[in-house]
């Protein structure tokens, strides 16, 4: 899951949302710390039900944003992605 951009309402349930039905289907969920920035760091980290169980009520999103334009990147995040264990 990416956030990017701004914040809106709605983030986190959803992300909540996300992570509560993936374990329905037995899926790995991977959060992207703070945007587009995090994936062209490769800051991704699994989520799990206790990662996301009280977050409802948090305003913005857990997992952060910002505003990096990846095509703006140099060596940004076409040349990670295929590196990357979610790929």
């Known amino acids: 899951i990416l956030t990017g951009g701004g914040d809106c309402s709605g983030l ?3 992300i ?3 992570v509560y039905r993936a374990q329905d289907y037995n899926y790995e969920i991977y959060g992207i710390q703070e945007g587009w920035r995090g994936l062209v760091k490769g800051d991704i980290n699994p ?3 206790r990662d996301v169980k009280e ?3 948090q305003g913005g999103t857990i997992l952060g944003t910002s505003r ?3 095509y703006k990147v140099e060596n ?3 040349q ?3 590196h990357s ?3």
């Open 55 to 57: 977050i409802v009520d």
């Open 76 to 78: 940004g995040i076409s």
């Open 12 to 14: 986190n349930p959803t």
């Open 68 to 70: 990096l334009n990846p």
């Open 85 to 87: 264990s979610i790929a």
């Open 47 to 49: 989520l799990n039900l």
């Open 80 to 82: 990670d992605i295929p």
């Open 16 to 18: 909540r949302g996300v």
